[in-house]
């Protein structure tokens, strides 16, 4: 038998014995406490193994909490404002004034849906121009009430389609990441899932910028890598091994300041726990930076962001 | 001496996309074989049909910029492989093949010059060069170009011709997007032009950063731009793409890009809009 197998069937096991310890209302603590720890162990023993693309599978899970799942747990007072002014609203890209554990910031969210019907209006978190004109418009109001901004990052990319080419997606993409390096309040970005090219990089001009364990983030996903080198979509796991985009391969390159834990197993597996582990890594770094003015923040930001990159000088 | 230049004219309609490519080529539009002696004197524009040949980065400054003034700035910055990257072949492999087909290090060309007697600092990106795709190197030639502008107090003129940031630099290459952005800022607070000219092809995260925050933002006639390749947007959408979409006059009709100007008028164009911009007396 498999650790993989052994783990599912302990898992099965404490579902069993939860169920008979609720439903009889007996103490069964005694035989859970161990097991539970197995399979703690086991699935901690799983993590360390993933592959690249096991990576990228778990942060696809289904039932991976989305931006608004770690809203609701760590924030009070959150306001959503809507619309670019200009065009529309976006319900792949939303956000607001809220208090994040307490401290005021604004939510900058890419936002997947959480069953069918919501994924589909929110095109999985794929932002039209709209959705990047209203974050730019958000950065305003932060800046001019002096708001922290708190953006998570989960989107495959900006969306594809003949409206958003017509509606210029890569003018509103090239405005936000420029209007973010302009902020003089504190950015602090994550990414909780996906961080897909462009479209992720739009929200993502932190002056820290922080991934959880199982998110990926790189310059296209692994099926567009697949498809451009392989002419085969299928190649994906290749792909994904190449274009080193887990989070302790961006820690090594430098493009993520630190790498958010989560419950072993991954986030979808107890989205308190995980919620925790980001909420506290988020407020501790907007703790960091509440010491420096507008400009040093703005500095700060720039020459993170200008120091970026590998190459060799004659 | 007559017949000779007669035969010479004949030649090319008679042996279409046949020999002597070094005298003459082929419009891919109209068809028309074309002297390479007369597509040079014409900015590489077809005389017949318009057609907007691709350029590389030598070329690009030789029509944009005024004769003999170009001083070349980029070339001691050189690619490495920061992830070891392996698809079909070894990066490495891919880099030294076009470096060697280039004579470049990588996909830019960056200096000073003059347009209309007025100095710019310039970058033209490469797409003879793996696609013109952004790197790290581009990312850096051109932050240093918009940086050199900024402190030599020039403008700053970007010739875009890119499929978009490069793959085998997977996140370095997506942050060049941020950190030419962050160049940029110089010449903003300076309050120095910054114009772009879009070239066949702009797309990807050129289109995403650096190419479409320029003041002034022009394009080549029928050049392709956009975000999202067609061949992408079509797997998506699974629909028909609209006739011209993506195109210059497209986007010039979507309030895209200020301007879609011939190559040919490049120059008197921007030395009349530059001029204007940094008050100044200008004409050549």
């Known amino acids: 038998m498999t650790a993989a197998d052994t783990l599912t069937k302990l898992e099965a096991r404490v579902r069993d014995l939860e169920t008979t310890a609720r439903e009889t209302g007996q103490n069964l603590d005694a035989a859970l406490t161990p097991l539970r720890a197995e399979v703690q162990r086991l699935r901690a023993e799983k993590s360390a193994n993933l592959s690249r693309w096991d990576r990228v599978q778990l942060a696809r899970t289904p039932g991976r909490p989305t931006a608004l799942d770690y809203v609701e747990r760590l924030c009070t007072d959150f306001t959503e404002l809507h619309g670019d002014r200009a065009y529309g609203d976006d319900p792949a890209l939303i956000g607001g004034p809220a208090r994040w554990q307490g401290t005021p910031v604004m939510l900058l969210l890419q936002q997947k849906g959480r069953d069918t019907k919501s994924k589909i209006k929110r095109r999985f978190g794929s932002a039209n121009p709209e959705g990047y004109r209203k974050a730019v418009r958000l950065m305003d109001l932060a800046d001019r009430f002096g708001l922290p901004v708190v953006a998570l990052i989960d989107t495959q990319g900006a969306y594809p389609g003949i409206e958003a080419e017509e509606r210029g997606q890569g003018w509103a993409i090239a405005e936000s990441i420029q209007r973010m390096v302009r902020l ?70 430098r493009i993520v300041e630190e790498v958010i834990p989560e419950p072993p197993g991954g986030a979808h597996l107890d989205m308190d726990a995980a919620a925790q582990a980001l909420g506290e890594a988020v407020s501790r770094n907007l703790a960091d930076l509440a010491g420096l003015d507008g400009d040093e923040l703005r500095a700060q930001r720039a020459a993170r962001f200008r120091a970026l990159g590998a190459f060799t000088e004659s | 001496m007559a017949l000779d230049r007669f035969f010479r004219r004949r030649r090319p309609q008679q042996q279409a996309g046949a020999d002597l490519p070094d005298l003459w080529t082929q419009c891919p539009q109209c068809k028309e074989g074309l002297y390479n002696r007369d597509l040079e004197a014409a900015s590489f524009v077809c005389p017949k049909c318009g057609h907007h040949f691709r350029l590389d980065a030598q070329k690009r400054l030789d029509v944009l910029l005024d004769e003999g003034s170009f001083r070349p700035q980029s070339g001691r910055v050189h690619p490495t492989d920061p992830l070891n990257f392996q698809d079909t072949e070894p990066y490495p492999a891919r880099l030294a093949r076009a470096q060697a087909k280039t004579g470049r290090p990588d996909a830019v060309l960056t200096g000073t010059g003059t347009i209309g007697g007025l100095p710019v600092t310039v970058a033209a990106m490469d797409f003879t060069f793996s696609g013109g795709s952004m790197g790290s190197v581009v990312g850096e030639e051109i932050a240093r170009a918009a940086e050199h502008a900024a402190r030599a107090g020039t403008p700053f003129v970007l010739v875009a011709a890119s499929g978009g940031a490069r793959m085998q630099e997977s996140a370095l290459s997506l942050m060049q997007m941020a950190k030419t952005t962050v160049a940029l800022e110089g010449l903003a607070a300076r309050g120095l032009p910054y114009i772009s000219i879009l070239s066949d092809p702009t797309t990807g995260g050129v289109t995403a950063s650096f190419a479409t925050i320029a003041d002034v933002i022009l394009a080549e006639p029928g050049a392709l731009i956009g975000f999202a390749g067609p061949r992408v947007i079509q797997q998506t959408i699974r629909q028909h793409l609209p006739e011209g979409f993506q195109r210059a006059e497209f986007l010039l009709d979507h309030g895209m890009v200020d301007d879609v100007v011939d190559r040919r008028e490049h120059r008197a164009y921007l030395t009349r809009l530059l001029g204007v911009l940094t008050r100044q007396e200008v004409g050549a």
Request: aromatic share 4%; hydrophobic share 50%.
């Open chain 1, 184 to 253: 003089r309040v504190p950015a602090v970005c994550a990414v909780i899932g996906e961080g897909g090219s462009g479209g992720a990089l739009a929200i993502g001009v932190g002056n820290r910028v922080l991934i959880q364990e199982n998110a990926w983030y790189s310059v296209i996903s692994p099926e567009g890598a697949a498809s451009i080198i392989w002419k085969d979509a299928g190649k994906a796991p290749e792909a994904a091994e190449a274009l080193k985009l887990t989070a302790p391969d961006l820690l090594d390159l």
